[in-house]
């Protein structure tokens, strides 16, 4: 049997286009309009529809994760579809630890919608492709960030260290090319790769070819 939606959204010209556009796509039995909240909690009462469409401009961010909340705590299957406003990437995690089920945005076009469904159909969760750019943006970000910051920067000697390291020379071989004590030479690797935050000299050489101290 076909699913229910309902769309929470305005303005009407536009809500009921789309509802005309997806009756005549048999992707549903019926398609039902909510422009208030009084109204959507009508709507989900009783028996309440398989979908639940939410425009952003409906509700600001907050009382968005408030009540996806509390509509996902009271019907345990309904899948909610947020039509977001360019939310950034925490946000949109926010909505769906709070359970909503698809993430599209203002832009997205009708045959994202489609694709969406057609995930949700499969229990699966769909995130459209302007947020997932959005999200391998903020990754690449994070990763860079996290590759260069160290809380405890080298000192000018384990720097020396790290590219002998990186040459493949053992600390034996690093105590006599610097004239200093094989102890004094496992101290320094030892806070290197405390600093570094790796476990081993291929820790140490992944993080120098990473941040271009060695090519």
């Known amino acids: ?13 536009y809500t009921e286009g789309l509802s005309k ?34 425009s952003s401009n ?10 996806v909340e509390k509509i996902t705590a009271q019907n345990k299957t309904i899948k909610i579809i947020v ?6 990437i925490m946000d949109i995690r926010k909505l769906f630890n709070k359970g909503i089920k698809s993430y599209l945005d203002k832009d997205s076009r009708y045959d ?18 302007y947020a997932k750019e959005k999200m391998i943006n903020f990754l ?20 020396e260290i790290l590219k002998l390291i990186c040459d493949g020379l053992s600390s034996k071989d690093i105590c006599e090319k610097l004239f200093i004590s094989i102890n004094t030479v496992e101290t ?13 000299s291929v820790g140490v050489v992944k993080y120098a070819i990473a941040n271009h101290i060695i090519d």
């Open 1 to 13: 049997m076909k699913p229910k939606l309902t769309i929470f959204g305005e303005p009407m010209l």
């Open 21 to 54: 556009l997806l009756t005549q796509s048999s992707l549903f039995n019926t398609v039902d309009l909510c422009n208030s909240y009084e109204t959507l909690e009508e709507n989900l009462q009783g028996k309440p529809p398989e979908f639940l469409m939410i």
């Open 58 to 67: 409906m509700l600001m961010l907050t009382d968005l994760l408030k009540n």
């Open 83 to 88: 039509i977001g406003n360019s939310y950034d």
């Open 112 to 129: 994202e919608f489609l694709k969406s469904v057609q995930a949700l159909l499969s229990n699966e969760i769909y995130i459209c492709d």
């Open 140 to 159: 690449n970000t994070d990763e860079k960030k996290q590759k260069l910051h160290i809380q405890d920067p080298l000192t000018k000697r384990e720097m």
């Open 188 to 200: 320094h690797r030892k806070r290197i790769l405390l600093k570094l935050n790796v476990k081993n």
